[in-house]
T-cell receptor, first 116, second 115 residues
Framework: AQKITQTQPGMFVQEKEAVTLDCTYD???????LFWYKQPSSGEMIFLIY??????QNATEGRYSLNFQKARKSANLVISASQLGDSAMYFC?????????????FGAGTRLTVKP | GAVVSQHPSWVICKSGTSVKIECRSL??????MFWYRQFPKQSLMLMAT?????????EQGVEKDKFLINHASLTLSTLTVTSAHPEDSSFYIC???????????FGDGTRLSIL
């Protein structure tokens, strides 16, 4: 069963505007972590932001913020003031504590294109 | 910050040869390392998880005899693609994690092309 769902294969945003990338997840664990990574065309995975399931406040890291709605099991990424360099693939991921190896599972990804 | 080095970054070889990919954690001890495969325009799919000093745990559908994983030290894990064929061509990414709650740090990936 799909654990992480990203329903937007592609998104466009005008430079300097904000954009929200959707992510929903499925777990029966009480303890889990949610992550967002950026993957530019060069391929490396760049860690952006983390939200723990017990964190009461939404995580923020510079221009990135995570809109965590636990009851709805959603963890949307908000990028404010988009820049041309933000154009990349974005992956939402989850790690469940109950998993033996605490491995990370990824959604299908969203390709973000920032238009000048 | 934590750095994971993956080598080589790109390899092209003939069908039937074996290819070894190295994943090193440069500034921390990685009790667990993960190997992912990513086909073009697709997501990362976990292949296997390796814990230092023990056998790797493979995901369903991944042939352990074809994708040999060795995690001999707390800073090095290797993935060997044995008798590689064109269908093994893909982007392989490793990641490493310290013990306890901590993020996974990724290598830059290896683009494998089998002719």
């Amino acid at each position: 069963a799909q654990k992480i769902t990203q329903t937007q294969p592609g998104m466009f945003v005008q430079e300097k505007e904000a954009v929200t990338l959707d992510c929903t997840y499925d777990t029966s664990d009480q303890s889990y972590g949610l992550f967002w990574y950026k993957q530019p065309s060069s391929g490396e995975m760049i860690f952006l932001i983390y939200q723990g399931s017990y964190d009461e406040q939404n995580a923020t890291e510079g221009r990135y913020s995570l809109n965590f709605q636990k009851a709805r099991k959603s963890a949307n990424l908000v990028i404010s003031a988009s820049q041309l360099g933000d154009s990349a693939m974005y992956f939402c991921a989850m790690r469940e504590v109950s998993h033996n190896n605490n491995d990370m599972r990824f959604g299908a990804g969203t390709r973000l294109t920032v238009k000048p | 910050g934590a750095v994971v080095s993956q080598h080589p970054s790109w390899v092209i070889c003939k069908s039937g040869t074996s290819v070894k990919i190295e994943c090193r954690s440069l500034d921390f001890q990685a009790t667990t390392m993960f190997w992912y495969r990513q086909f073009p325009k697709q997501s990362l799919m976990l292949m296997a998880t390796s814990n230092e000093g023990s056998k790797a745990t493979y995901e369903q559908g991944v042939e352990k005899d074809k994708f040999l994983i060795n995690h001999a030290s707390l800073t090095l894990s290797t993935l060997t693609v044995t008798s590689a064929h064109p269908e093994d061509s893909s982007f392989y990414i490793c990641s490493a994690r310290r013990q306890g709650p901590s993020p996974q740090h990724f290598g830059d990936g290896t683009r494998l092309s089998i002719l």
